[in-house]
């Protein structure tokens, strides 16, 4: 089991950055590999951006590639998502995952370890 805890959200204007950071507990987490999701209202989860267990390879949704880069520090048991350039469209409430399988896929059914979320709204 593992156990995560997303931290780091809130309100900032179109434009700014923020990071959100994702604390594990439980299994090793270097055999973990970790995505970011995100929920907008009304709308259903979306994938954001994931790495692999030993942070080597990455992968991002189209709409935050070149603005969004996920990190990991397996010494700390984190993982980050830095959010550069947002946008009003970037509001939602955020999530890590952690997949079991190593998969650092954009499909929900891979992750089998979800964090509560974290709130980012980005004002206009």
């Known amino acids: 089991q593992v ?4 931290s780091g959200g809130g309100l900032v204007q179109a434009g700014g950055s923020l990071r ?3 604390a594990a507990s439980g299994r090793t987490f270097s055999s973990v590999a970790m995505g970011w ?3 907008a209202p ?3 989860r979306r994938f954001v951006g994931a790495i692999s267990r030993s942070g080597a390879d990455t ?3 189209n709409s935050v ?3 969004f880069t996920v990190a990991r520090d397996n010494a700390k048991n984190t993982v980050y998502l830095q959010m550069n350039s947002l946008k009003p469209e970037d ?3 955020y999530f890590c995952a952690g997949s079991g399988r190593g998969s650092w896929s954009p499909y929900e059914n891979d992750y089998n370890y979800w964090g509560q979320g974290t709130q980012v709204t980005v004002s206009s």
């Open 42 to 44: 009304g709308k259903e």
């Open 20 to 22: 959100l950071s994702c």
């Open 3 to 6: 156990q995560l805890v997303e």
């Open 65 to 67: 590639r070149g603005r």
């Open 91 to 93: 509001t939602a409430v």
């Open 37 to 39: 999701f995100r929920q």
């Open 59 to 61: 992968t991002y949704a």
